[in-house]
Nanobody, 121 residues
Framework: QVQLVESGGGLVQAGGSMRLSCTAS????????MGWYRQSPGNQRELVAT???????KYADSVTGRFTISRDNAKNTVYLQMNSLKPEDTAVYYC???????????????WGQGTQVTVSS
C-alpha cells in the first residue's frame, strides 16, 4: 500500500558528505513520523534520526552535530544530510515511515529497501 524508495547512497571518503533521500508513494492519507535507521554487518539495526510531522527532530548521539534530517511534506520525501562522515558510519541505511492509509485502522510502519553507504578511511 505504501512504497518507500531510498536513493543517494554510495562510496565516500572519510570527512566527506552525502545526502540520502526517501520518497513515499501509494495510498497515503497522512504521514506521521519518518526516520532513518542503519545496520552494519554483525550489528542490530539502530536508529539514526527521526522527524515528526511538525519537523521536530531527534538524533542518535553518534551522529548529533554531523547529520541533519529534514522532510518535504509536499513531496512525501525525507532527507538525511550526512557531513563529516566516518568509517564507522558505513552501513545499509533504511528509511521508515508511519503512514495512515485509511481511517479505520491505526497508522502503520513501512520500511524502504535500504541503500548502502560506505565510508573509506
Amino acid at each position: 500500500q505504501v512504497q518507500l524508495v531510498e536513493s543517494g547512497g554510495g562510496l565516500v571518503q572519510a570527512g566527506g558528505s552525502m545526502r540520502l533521500s526517501c520518497t513515499a508513494s501509494g495510498s497515503i492519507l497522512r504521514i506521521n513520523a519518518m526516520g532513518w535507521y542503519r545496520q552494519s554487518p554483525g550489528n542490530q539495526r539502530e536508529l539514526v534520526a527521526t522527524i515528526g510531522s511538525t519537523s521536530s527532530a531527534k538524533y542518535a548521539d553518534s551522529v548529533t552535530g554531523r547529520f541533519t534530517i529534514s522532510r518535504d511534506n509536499a513531496k512525501n520525501t525525507v532527507y538525511l544530510q550526512m557531513n563529516s562522515l566516518k568509517p564507522e558510519d558505513t552501513a545499509v541505511y533504511y528509511c521508515k515511515g508511519k503512514f495512515r492509509t485509511n481511517w479505520s485502522t491505526p497508522p502503520t510502519d513501512y520500511w524502504g529497501q535500504g541503500t548502502q553507504v560506505t565510508v573509506s578511511s
